[in-house]
């Protein structure tokens, strides 16, 4: 039996650049390095951890590891399609841009 195809659909999203390790719990239990954006950045290189989008309480994996690192740790508005992979959410992004 062939697998259905994931639903995809394109949004702009508003959140907090974060890894996978740290994106529930904040980054105080792994704390590695002194600022939030540090310690994602760590997260990836040292533990392979993912690159995410932190949205309200919604979590996005990005599909593009190497564009959110210049953002890491920052609050952005995102554009791109998200599609629900095996219960994962999937970020394919078009744009990202820092919010100040």
Request: hydrophobic residues 40%.
């Amino acid at each position: 039996m062939a697998a259905a195809p994931a639903a995809s659909r394109k949004v702009t999203l508003t959140g907090i650049i974060s890894d996978n390790m740290c994106a529930q719990t904040g980054h105080a239990a792994m704390r590695m390095g002194p600022t939030d954006a540090e310690c994602t950045v760590a997260c990836v290189d040292v533990h392979g951890a993912l690159y995410v989008l932190v949205s309200g309480r919604e979590i996005y994996t990005f599909s593009d590891q190497q564009l959110p690192q210049k953002f890491a740790g920052r609050k952005v508005r995102a554009i791109g399609t998200v599609e629900n992979v095996d219960g994962e959410k999937k970020f394919r992004v078009d744009s990202i841009t820092e919010i100040k």
